[in-house]
């Protein structure tokens, strides 16, 4: 594998499901990322992660809950979602200073479909 | 408060010609732009960056132009192919903040061309 991978890629859950999002970098990227992209608006960041610690996060709801057990793997817990949730969401990873640079490497983003 | 935005949602281009994808960005600190195109079904794929310093910067049938009196960003593509239809967003980060790289997306240009 290759870049940032993310699973699935698609699904469809109810709103009392709990399901996990997993990313992975093989970039060997101490930086990671999780986005909302939804239909006609900018692409949100919500949460980041620097070597493994959490550096920031947009106040998302609660019912998102991310973790980052090491440097390559992050994960997007859901829990009791609503329909306005369903998006697509975008891991990214990048290189922190010191001798790292702005650009982000995005996964190929997990369809999610709430019902 | 911060915002990236497009001046235009889409634009349609006839296959040969040149494509311009504009940008208008808020924070004049910010000292480094990025050039993301996204694929149906796929995750944002780097193109082209800029540093403030800079006010042009070319790569392979892609430019990038930069007016930071205006705060403007442009994107030129030349003699566009049916491959670069996607949706184009440009970035900026602003000044490193908590030893973390931050990317601020603008809304997406939609680029379509005709065969």
Known sequence: ETGVTQTPRHLVMGMTNKKSLKCEQ???HNAMYWYKQSAKKPLELMFVYSLEERVENNSVPSRFSPECPNSSHLFLHLHTLQPEDSALYLCASSQDPPGGSYEQYFGPGTRLTVT | GESVGLHLPTLSVQ???NSIIN??????ASDYFIWYKQESGKGPQFIIDIRSNMDKRQGQRVTVLLNKTVKHLSLQIAATQPGDSAVYFCAESPPLMDSSYKLIFGSGTRLLVRP
Do not use: F, I, M
Request: hydrophobic content about 15%; some cysteine.
């Open chain 1, 26 to 28: 093989h970039l060997g």
């Open chain 2, 15 to 17: 296959e040969g010609d």
């Open chain 2, 23 to 28: 940008c208008a960005y808020s924070n004049s």
